[in-house]
């Protein structure tokens, strides 16, 4: 069975200003995400999922929608501040979605098969997609997930702090833990996180997550258990978030199951601040004239 493909589009993007999920950054006006479903299409995935708030949903289906049929099965769906929130808690009081487990959890309906999960202003490259989709549709075990581990140095962003879930290992290469850090930095030469105003030096090498997991339907229920009790705890909390690491962490840690690390040499670029689109252009760009990439990646 084709294994889908999640597409996290919900995030504000407030430190970017704008709805970089549908902004063009390929030589032809190309979106981040086309090149992740162009790549998804080409390794073997079946179908593909856009978690997108509401408001956004109109342009993202114009957008995508003709580019994808017949090619590959799609769907949308909605992480609304409601979704899956007891209904005993009433109406929540917040803008912000509830974060990237929420937003996954948000699928489930529309999810069916082993399925990988992606950031929407991501470039992964085609081996990840490759890597990931060998593993869905080959590994049979029920409770074994999996994620692509990229080495910090080449996550960094020029023009600001970046977020990154900083993965250590078993010796078997599962994971052993992932710890969410949200204010990461290269300063003369090294790369720091920066938590209560104390700097922690990360080694260079360190493997991190970059939002790649691969989930077997399993996670769902599991994760539907976990938001409740969260949710609960952080109702009047409008800015709390609820990671896919806390997620996975719940799971390594009471035996429901492991979860795989490929690591990957592959360069990883993203746009986390505005500053951060010429680079972009210019590495999707090469990508062209390498002869990655079509010169247009759809008819």
Request: proline fraction near 6%.
């Amino acid at each position: 069975m084709k294994p889908t493909l999640l597409i996290l589009a919900a995030g504000i993007g407030s430190r970017y200003g704008g709805i970089k999920q549908l902004d063009q950054f390929g030589p032809n006006g190309e979106t981040i995400i086309d090149y992740s479903l162009f790549d998804a299409i080409r390794s073997g995935f079946g179908k593909v999922v856009f978690i997108v708030r509401q408001e956004i949903k109109d342009n993202a289906e114009a957008l995508f929608a003709p580019k994808l049929v017949g090619k590959i099965d799609f769907d949308f769906a909605i992480q609304g501040v409601q979704s899956y929130v007891p209904e005993d808690l009433g109406v929540v009081d917040r803008i912000k979605p509830w974060g990237t487990g929420h937003a996954t959890l948000c699928a489930w309906e529309q999810t069916d098969t082993p399925f990988a999960v992606i950031n929407a202003d991501d470039f992964y490259g085609l081996n990840a997609f490759q890597t990931m989709s060998a593993f869905l549709q080959n590994d049979m075990n029920p409770n074994q997930h999996a994620m692509i581990g990229y080495e910090l140095k080449r996550t960094l962003s020029e023009n600001g702090t970046v977020s990154r879930g900083i993965c250590v290992e078993r010796e078997d290469h599962n994971l052993e833990s992932v710890i969410e850090r949200t204010k990461i930095f290269g300063e003369n030469g090294l790369i720091y996180f920066e938590e209560d105003d104390i700097k922690t030096e990360l080694p260079p090498e360190t493997p991190v997550s970059m939002n790649f997991w691969g989930f077997k339907p399993t996670m769902f229920p599991i994760t539907k258990d976990l938001f409740d009790s969260y949710s609960r705890a952080n109702i009047h909390t409008p800015k709390a978030e609820f990671y896919i690491p806390t997620v996975m962490t719940h799971i390594i840690k009471n035996g429901l199951g492991d979860c795989r690390v490929f690591r990957t040499s592959s360069n990883w670029f993203g746009v986390t601040y505005p500053e951060d689109k010429p680079t972009v252009q210019a590495s999707l760009a090469a990508l062209h004239v390498l002869g990655d990439y079509p010169k247009k990646l759809w008819d």
